[in-house]
């Protein structure tokens, strides 16, 4: 924070025992939350930072620098982080000027009245390889070009620095045994590091315990990954010999290993993004409110521990930590869970109650409505159009996706060709229907979702009728 030489004794003493307090773990800044905007029913920035201080938000993380949402945060006090966007990290790699023309049009017009902290060049860069030859050697210089000019405007409490995904690490069990993957470690990681060191920022990383778990159920227990499980099924680390008592820690623990490994074991932490979904698609395991309330509400309450719990291998360390996200996001591309991250409903209303302050007991909340998807589906499922009246009605949106699914070829559409036993009704919703259906069972095998621009959706009810046959796989 700027030093202000008229302050006199009295603030500056009360100041001082402030940062004591915070260096031996005292009271620290409340959690923030990832504002995204990828929905087209959603409220208006205005709207959205209301929300934002009425569910206790110290913090707000977003995407880009989007003027409207600077605005209206202005003069709240909110912690604001600010993304660069990937696309133009080899301009501003390439060009101070151009760096620091972003800064100018994008930063000083809304600086100091909001309240910037952070400027993440690019987000979960190294975890596309397309961009290895094209973006990744540009990220360090991007963000020294950034930081320059920052000191440049004598721009001193804002910190510069990247999100990285956990794919960053090649290897992150057990956690002592962290290790950033090969491809990355030296031309990439290591500059990055120096670069943090250097400027006493932090190494922010999407960490999501969800994602972990669900992809190997069988062997990762969801109560260690809701903060919930008994002393009894503690982890050990053998290399470390520390105890983990949940999945966050593990993987928090493991990127510190791996930036220890590079020699940068002080750099300092912070968490871009992690949350639960609160619904997914039928073959989503343990996507539902009751694992997302618990998940973020116990995550709440650690993290607003006083003194800070940290990590096994960083005790009493602070951290940034923010959720993802503040609204379900009905435009996000993927599978069912993209669209289902958030604390809210996009009109406004909590999927489930949550006080991001810390300060409501978690005995206080409501009960939860009980988990209804924590073990696989087993049974078969369709993709089918469920895009209402009001998509049924873009006959171009709607020609599109069939046009495209239709045109990957393997006899995708054969079916509803004329004279084909689907090809009546002859209509655009149910040839879409038949289409959809077609291609993702083809294809979900090879990553192909239920989704095709919002158009469709998964369901248990098998759309057969008379010799029309739609086909399947169980899970």
């Not at 961009?131 to 721009?155: D, G, K």
């Not at 291609?439 to 990553?447: E, H, K, T």
């Amino acid at each position: 924070m700027p030093r202000h030489r008229e302050m006199a004794l009295l603030p500056l003493l009360i100041l001082l025992c402030l940062f004591s307090s915070l260096a031996k773990g005292g009271r620290f800044a409340r959690l923030g939350i990832n504002y995204g905007t990828l929905g087209d029913d959603l409220p208006s920035a205005a709207r959205s930072v209301a929300l934002l201080r009425s569910i206790g938000a110290g913090a707000v993380k977003i995407y880009d620098a989007n003027p409207a949402i600077l605005r209206a945060l202005a003069g709240t006090r909110l912690r604001v982080s600010i993304m660069v966007p990937n696309e133009i990290i080899p301009s501003l790699g390439t060009n101070a000027s151009l760096a620091d023309a972003w800064v100018a049009a994008y930063l000083t017009p809304f600086y100091p009245a909001v309240r910037v902290r952070y400027l993440l060049v690019g987000n979960e860069i190294l975890s596309y390889t397309s961009l290895a030859n094209s973006t990744w050697p540009f990220l360090v210089p991007a963000m020294v070009n950034i930081h320059r000019s920052l000191i440049a405007r004598s721009i001193r409490d804002v910190k510069v620095s990247t999100t990285f995904a956990m794919d960053a690490l090649g290897i992150s069990f057990p956690p002592s045994a962290g290790a950033f993957r090969s491809d990355i470690a030296e031309p990439v990681i290591r500059p990055l590091l120096r670069f943090l060191h250097k400027t006493r920022s932090y190494y922010f990383v999407d960490a999501y315990p969800y994602l972990a778990w669900a992809s190997n159920p069988s062997s990762i227990r969801l109560d260690y990954a809701l903060f919930t499980a008994n002393s009894s099924f503690n982890y050990f680390d053998p290399g470390s010999k520390l105890t983990y008592t949940n999945l966050l820690d593990q993987m928090l623990d493991a990127v510190a290993a791996a930036m220890g490994r590079l020699g940068f074991g002080d750099v300092r932490m912070a968490v871009a993004e992690t949350g639960w979904p609160n619904a997914g698609d039928l073959d989503q395991i343990g996507a539902n409110v009751h694992n997302a309330a618990t998940y973020n509400r116990n995550l709440v309450q650690r993290m607003a521990a006083r003194p800070a719990a940290g990590t096994p291998a960083r005790p009493g360390a602070l951290m940034p930590v923010f959720i993802f996200s503040l609204y379900n996001e009905n435009q996000k591309p993927g599978p069912g869970t993209e669209r289902h991250w958030g604390l809210l409903y996009p009109h406004g209303k909590m999927a489930y109650d949550v006080d991001l302050s810390g300060r409501r007991p978690l005995a206080s909340y409501p009960s939860l409505p009980p988990p209804e998807n924590n073990e696989p589906y087993k049974g078969r499922i369709w993709c089918v159009f469920g895009g209402g009246r009001r998509a049924a009605s873009n006959a171009t949106a709607v020609g599109a996706a069939l046009a495209y699914a239709c045109g990957q070829g393997n006899g995708t559409c054969d079916g509803i060709r004329p004279g084909g036993p689907c090809h009546k009704p002859n209509t655009i919703v149910s040839h879409a229907s038949y289409a959809f259906n077609s291609y993702w069972q083809l294809f979900r095998r090879a990553g192909a979702t239920c989704f095709f621009d919002g158009l469709a959706l998964q369901t248990k009810t098998d759309p057969s009728y008379g010799s029309c046959k739609y086909r399947s796989l169980a899970n």
